[in-house]
């Protein structure tokens, strides 16, 4: 009891330290759309006193000695802004401030708000992601899209251009976390892999935490995407409509109450549809890569409505559904996931408190089903609630964040295996977790504490999860900084890690009912978990050019896989034998470990993006050996790829500045794969020891060798796209896209056809051409 009144005492007096100066606070929106600027700088004109803009668009400049200032925003693409204010005692000053675009179309600039956010925060092991940085990528078609765009991010693996999933520096695509909004997204990629669901145009921004992320999230063990979306168009009615060889969006918003006054409430929406015709068009344009098409689609719907206050309080409330199908896909005769959601955030600035209010309430469905040419059943759905509210306080260089987050789900899961045994699940189980995080800025030390507790009510666990982010500036160009934590995690996934080639993308709630010891040692908890620990530096040996490098090591100390070697029935009968043959979930231990190093070059008409990533992925598990005798072994997972490399180049050019060439390259080193030990002749016995072995045909079949103990070639793709804008007027334009994914036609193997004994290669060669008109 004591310790907690001591934490109270703490906490208020943090609070309550600036109460002597005065503050000012406040939203920065674009004049054209009323649209938030994010992270850009607001300062105290003369004074070293200012703050960032959050992904709200909120600044909060506090501890400022009474008097009179001038209220300063320089942004690229926009006109200075100053505004006169006065600071009173104990008080706190509201000030909105809306930023006119250019008139002078700026070729450079020296400092980016990005690089004073680095000097003024930790930002390890995370990569902040805009529409504008996603449209430096080469596109599909006409369409920028997120997928493409994560696949350049230092520590991102991605497996295959048909049914690919992003893996995260060792973690697997169940370990990932991906928010909208506040809300859950079980599935965020489309099956050919080349698209997510998300609209790049609805994006505001996306941070991407590659690990060492603080107690703000929880629930996954290896990463999160929290993306943020626009609130829509405050000002006029705009939209954009686009089409292209691959598929074709339409984006609308506008006004639904339209401010008056700066001041004013308003009431704005923004809706997006985007679909994918590439199963027709293929057909005809891309029969070399088919010849009965390409057989992937999609169609994903989004929908906002953003109410804003006085203020710069809001409340948004919005809904999704996405849709994805494949026909005729090797084996598979039809596969097909839905994903839908609601939920509402709201952001709300308490009048005479120097707290910034957050809260959400979302539910959210994901189900997809497949069917097989065996006739054997699979399905998976989950569904569920989260909540959550979280408090804010700025204090100066300083700020406290503390909340709590509720979430409930089901789970309902059903899954044959090749020799018929079945698994299946239905689970309702709740979470919540309680967290603070403490960012104390101590001059050229910033030590950034954080601690998380997560109960997990269906297995009656509790989960104390300490965090800490430090960053030393060794100088105005070196900063040092660190990162680690523990995390845990429930969901487990409906596919192995074992799999090559997985459409099927699953989600089960961890079981309470796991084997009793790995290796030995008695199995405690029911939880995966995993521990990080991050160390790397930041650089700027210009204001152009800057560099980024980063180590990381992630033990996971406990995972839990789908056991795809079930045999036997686990009952009375299968008492005395091995637990590997007969219960449906099996445990494995791991680690990963590796460099990230990142280059970027910004300078006039040019944009250079240079990512090399070495890495390792181990995995330990249970296996049995020839002699019926489980022993431990370790190997390397399918998706352990020692060197990645990225290279992304983008040029402006022409008279009007209204072309653009951009390309990407990428080189990965071979995947492991499990060899094939021989080929035998599998008689079917489809009458048990009744059956005619003796005339009967046997199909081909084949024992495999140890586990992913050979490697694939070496993948490499080259990607080229150019635009050209037209400038219809001040608010209309049409942009024309020429792009090529593949343009060398390297030959990638996705996998082999171990009956068969032929290659099935990734995507060839594929133009694409392309229209959109913005207004």
């Known amino acids: 009891m004591k310790k907690i009144v001591v934490f109270v005492v703490v906490v208020f007096v943090l609070i309550t330290a600036n109460a002597q100066d005065g503050s000012v606070r406040g ?33 909060n400049i506090s501890k400022v000695p009474p008097g009179n200032y001038i209220l300063t925003i320089t942004y690229i693409g926009y006109d200075t802004l100053t505004v006169p204010i006065e600071i009173e005692r104990n008080k706190m000053l509201t000030q909105k401030l809306f930023l006119e675009e250019s008139s002078i179309r700026l070729e450079e600039f020296l400092v980016s708000a990005e690089r004073q956010e680095n000097k003024k925060s930790i930002q390890a092991s995370i990569t902040k992601v805009t529409p504008k940085q996603i449209s430096k990528l080469p596109t599909m078609g006409a369409q920028p899209d997120l997928a493409q765009y994560l696949q350049v991010v230092p520590g991102v693996v991605f497996t295959g251009d048909q049914g690919g999933q992003l893996y995260i520096r060792g973690g697997s695509p169940i370990q990932n976390k991906v928010l909208l909004d506040g809300m859950v997204i079980y599935n965020p990629f489309h099956s050919i892999g080349l698209f997510s669901v998300f609209d790049s145009d609805i994006i505001r921004n ?28 405050k000002k006029h009615l705009s939209g954009k409509l686009s089409g292209d060889t691959f598929g074709a969006k339409i984006l609308l918003e506008g006004p639904l109450i339209k401010a008056k006054e700066d001041n004013d409430l308003s009431l704005s929406w923004v809706g997006s549809l985007k679909t994918s015709y590439l199963k027709e068009t293929s057909k005809q344009l891309y ?23 006085k203020n710069g309080s809001k409340v948004n409330v919005f809904g999704f559904n996405f849709t994805d199908f494949v026909k005729g896909y090797e084996d598979i005769s039809d596969l097909s996931w839905t994903t839908f959601g609601i939920g509402s955030n709201v952001v709300l600035v308490p009048q005479g408190s120097s707290a910034l209010i957050t809260a959400n309430l979302a539910y959210s469905n994901y189900t997809i089903e497949l069917a097989s040419a065996d006739n054997k059943p699979r399905k998976s759905e989950v569904g569920g609630f989260n909540m959550g509210l979280t408090f804010t306080y700025f204090l100066g260089d300083d700020k406290l964040d503390y909340g709590v987050e509720i979430s409930g789900f089901k789970t309902d899961f059903e899954f044959v295996n090749s020799v018929g045994k079945h698994t299946g699940q239905v689970e309702n189980t709740s979470e919540l977790g309680v967290y603070s995080v403490y960012k104390k800025n101590l001059g050229r030390l910033i030590i950034e504490p954080g601690l998380r507790v997560q109960y997990y009510a269906s297995l009656s666990e509790t989960s104390f999860e300490p965090r800490l982010g430090l960053k030393y500036k060794i100088n105005d160009k070196l900063r040092l900084k660190a990162a680690g934590g523990i995390y845990s995690q429930n969901f487990i996934a409906a596919n192995s890690d074992k799999d090559v080639v997985n459409l099927f993308y699953g989600f089960l709630t961890g079981p309470d009912d796991l084997q009793k010891e790995f290796n030995g040692e008695p199995v405690t908890s029911a939880l995966q978990k995993s521990r990080h620990a991050i160390l790397g530096f ?44 007969k219960e449906d979930f ?33 995995r330990t598990g249970e296996f049995l050996n020839d002699a019926s005798e489980i022993v431990v072994k370790d190997y390397a997972p399918h998706f352990d790829r020692r060197h990645n490399i990225n290279f992304l180049g983008s040029y402006t050019f022409g008279k009007d500045l209204n072309w653009e060439f951009s390309c990407r390259w990428n080189f990965g080193s071979g995947f492991p794969f499990t060899p094939t030990r021989g080929y035998y002749e599998k008689v079917p016995l489809q009458n048990g020891i009744e059956s005619d072995y003796k005339n009967v045909n046997g199909d081909l079949s084949y024992l495999l060798g140890n586990i992913n103990t050979s490697r694939m070639p070496t993948y490499h793709r080259f990607d080229v796209n150019i635009k050209k804008t037209f400038y219809l007027s001040d608010r209309t334009e049409i942009q024309m896209t020429g792009s090529v994914t593949n343009i060398y036609n390297r030959k990638n193997i996705f996998y082999v056809d171990r009956v068969k004994m032929e290659k099935v290669y990734q995507l060839p060669i594929l133009p694409s051409i392309g229209a959109t008109i913005t207004f």
């Open 538 to 581: 930041e650089y700027d040996l210009t204001n152009r050019i800057n560099f980024n490098i980063e180590g990381y090591y992630k033990l996971n100390t406990q995972m839990t896989e789908l056991n795809r070697n079930k045999l036997i029935d686990d009952d009375q009968l299968s008492a005395m034998d091995p637990y590997i043959l």
């Open 27 to 59: 939203f920065v929106y674009e004049k054209k759309t009323g649209e938030p600027v994010i992270f850009t700088n607001v300062y105290l004109k003369g004074t070293t006193i200012g703050a960032s803009t959050d992904v709200n668009g909120y600044y």
């Open 287 to 309: 029969t070399y890569a088919n010849e009965n098409g390409l057989p992937f689609g999609f169609t994903d719907l989004y929908g906002k409505l953003s109410l804003n206050g």
């Open 206 to 233: 996306a941070d991407v935490f590659t690990g060492g992320f603080n107690a703000q999230y929880s629930g996954r063990i290896s990463s999160v995407m929290d993306i943020t979306t626009k609130d829509g168009n």
């Open 586 to 618: 099996i445990i494995e231990k791991g680690d990963a470990y590796g460099v990230d190093f990142l280059a970027k070059y910004d300078y006039k008409r040019f944009y250079l993006w240079f990512v090399y990533s070495i890495g390792k992925v181990n």
